[in-house]
């Protein structure tokens, strides 16, 4: 059974300097692992990817369960990983739970990874 990421602080986007700026302190690795490693599964990368593109910028659990043809419990689990690393920000309405991408937090992150990247990809979704 996979482990379960540890809390991390979601008030702020990760903030560090550029990893290849030289060498980072455990703190900051960790604090960009963490989101790595939400990340790092195809289900969750496909979630991050329809909340972005979705019209009008969030999308309820049940809609996202049928886009990726998952039990809405599954998804719950990933959205979850999501959360708790700080790159998704959810809201119960009534019976419903819609989700949205945390935008300024991936941007963080990508700028993190590399300084030159272009974020405005990002900004104008």
Not at 63 to 92: C, F, M, N, P, W
Request: aromatic share 2%; hydrophobic share 40%; glycine share 6%.
């Amino acid at each position: 059974m996979p482990k379960s990421l540890p809390a991390v602080d979601i008030s702020a986007p990760v903030c560090c300097s550029p990893v290849a700026a030289g060498p980072i302190g455990d703190e900051a690795a960790l604090e960009i692992a963490l989101r790595l490693k939400a990340l790092a599964d195809p289900v969750r990368v496909k979630l991050v990817s329809l909340l972005f593109s979705s019209g009008d910028g969030e999308l309820c659990s049940c809609d996202l369960a049928a886009a990726v043809k998952l039990a809405e419990s599954t998804v719950s689990h990933h959205l979850s990983q999501l959360r708790r690393a700080g790159l998704i920000e959810s809201q119960r309405r009534g019976m419903n739970v819609y989700h949205r991408p945390r935008r300024e937090s991936l941007i963080a992150l990508c700028t993190v990874l590399d300084p030159s990247c272009c974020p405005a990809g990002l900004e104008s979704r």
